[in-house]
């Protein structure tokens, strides 16, 4: 399968440079489109100081992991958001027919370019912003890889529902894009049951808050524990897109691999 | 047997909505469903080799048959083997040995040449690269890729682009091909070429095909075996030959004469009359060919006779449109 991957990424890069100047346009549009929060973090913190124990730089972080994190499951994973009209469209098939894994089939073979411009953002703003240290360095690749995961294993779950209710395109995507917005905010704004959501069913504490905490603050306990939660979530994902397939009804809608 | 399915079984749950936004609107809060029986008790065998044609209308279960059994989905009830192996137990297993072109679906990548996603599926297919440029080589003689092997898929034409994909499913070598609809779309000479291309397939292979197609040339020219589907149930199973001469138990009778037509028989009818020429059609239930030739030869005087059957395409048409005429009604076997 390494081998597979490692062609998707080849064959990805060389379709998408089909179209040069598209590719650069949504790398550096994204980068730069990222960066504007920059200055809106920055006057607010100018304003207020600190919120919540949180200052410009551990939002910075926030948005390195986030950005990062979600550039990898882009660019790598790309497919996940996109398996709901796999699912609805009968799009499986050409999967299904293959001798390879069939979940990391489905999510590597699609490369979403502009995730290279969050990937790049995300890595320059953890460098230029962060107190660089070796355990730090060393964290936050590892954390951000499993922050793609994270976000992968929310797209599969939540678009596996296509499966059970017929399209879950639309509830798929919200959730993807609260997560990915969530993520962005210190998660010590959150209070009560919205926290519970934020560790559950929208899980931005575990695909960044607690990631950055990590890093600002390692510990053993904390990270076994993430790594836990993590799994269970990945798990959860892999179960109901296998239960999902026994109801997979296929169709012959036109179709064609972009 | 290659093949052998038994008491398959296939059914789908389908909402239904009432008209309108009430019943749109209805439909949120009470949701009804119909079930639709896509595939009936339909049980064959196919032996190594044999080139098989899976015919039916649309909607009739053909592709829904080609999807449980080469593992994509699920039958409710009823056996399947394939190769010897359960293509829901081991999927990944049985694809590496059958290949597969869904005319509607395209495996190749739309950007990139033909020949690079041949190099992916050398790889998804666990082929070293010397295996795959050497089948690439292969199957670029075979399919005549050469002068387009290079360019994006997009570029390709649709006749390409179809033989790039009955390639693309040969990479690995399989047993069996399964084609569904594969000359959808094309002209008449890229259908003759494609249809070739197969056949040559199966007489140096050995490949076994198993054919859907709404065309008639592709089950005339290729198979000699068809199995007949319609509402999920197999109506016929039987020669190619068979089916176009018995079921359909007509004949077209073309004459020339030397005067106006003069026949008056039960069972044949008057498709056109000239003042030196006639069509005719037989009913071989309800006449014997020898009473008619009896009849015109009484009648007539006769320069010149043709008779042929009924063209496959007007076969095909009569099982999709179900008629009962000409014993279509003694299919149900």
Known sequence: MVRIIGKYIRFNLAA???????????????????????????LLFEKVGEINGYGF?????????????????????????????????????????????????????????????????????????????????????????????????????????????????????????????????????????????????????????????????????????????DGLMILLAILLFRGGLKRYASGNRMGTRL | MILEIEGLNKSFRSPVKAAGLSGQVRSLVKREYREIRAVRDVSFSVPRGEMLAFIGPNGAGKSTTIKLITGILYPDSGSISVLGMDPHRQRKALSLRIGTVFGQKSQLWYHLPARDSFDLLGSIYNLSAAETARRVAELTQVFELKDFLDQPVRKLSLGQRIRCEIAASLIHSPEILFLDEPSIGLDVVVKARIRDLIKRLNEESGITVFLTSHDAGDIEKLCRRVIVINEGTAVWDGSVKEMKYSLLNRRIIDVKLEE?????????????????????????NRVDMREVMEALIRHNTIQDINVSTIPMEEVIAHIYENRTAGGVGTWEA
Request: aromatic fraction near 14%; proline fraction near 4%; include cysteine.
């Open chain 1, 16 to 42: 998408a440079m089909e179209y040069r100047v598209s590719f650069l346009v949504q790398v550096l549009g994204m980068a730069l489109n990222n960066s504007a929060f920059i200055f809106f973090w920055l």
């Open chain 1, 57 to 229: 730089r551990e939002v910075m972080l926030l948005w390195s992991l986030t950005a990062a994190g979600y550039g990898i499951n882009e660019v790598f994973l790309g497919n996940g958001r996109f398996l709901s009209p796999i699912i609805y469209r009968g799009e499986l098939d050409v999967y299904l027919l293959q001798p390879v894994p069939l979940l990391p089939n489905i999510l590597c073979s699609r490369m979403n370019t502009s995730g290279w411009g969050d990937l790049a953002y995300g890595i320059v703003l953890f460098l230029l912003s962060q107190e660089l240290t070796p355990l730090r360095l060393l964290l936050f690749p590892l954390l951000c890889l499993l922050a793609a995961f994270l976000f992968s294993a929310i797209n599969v779950l939540y678009n596996s529902l296509t499966f059970y209710m017929g399209n879950a395109e639309n509830l798929a995507g919200s959730v993807y894009n609260m997560v990915l917005m969530f993520a962005t905010y210190p998660g010590t704004i959150f209070k009560g049951a919205s926290t519970w959501i934020m560790h559950t069913l929208l899980p931005a504490a575990l695909v960044i808050w607690i990631p950055t905490e990590l890093i600002l603050d390692f510990s053993w306990e904390k990270g076994l524990l993430l790594l836990g939660a």
């Open chain 2, 260 to 284: 106006e037509l003069n026949l008056d028989l039960e069972g044949v009818t008057v498709l056109k009359s000239r003042p030196y020429s006639a069509k005719l059609e037989a009913d071989l």
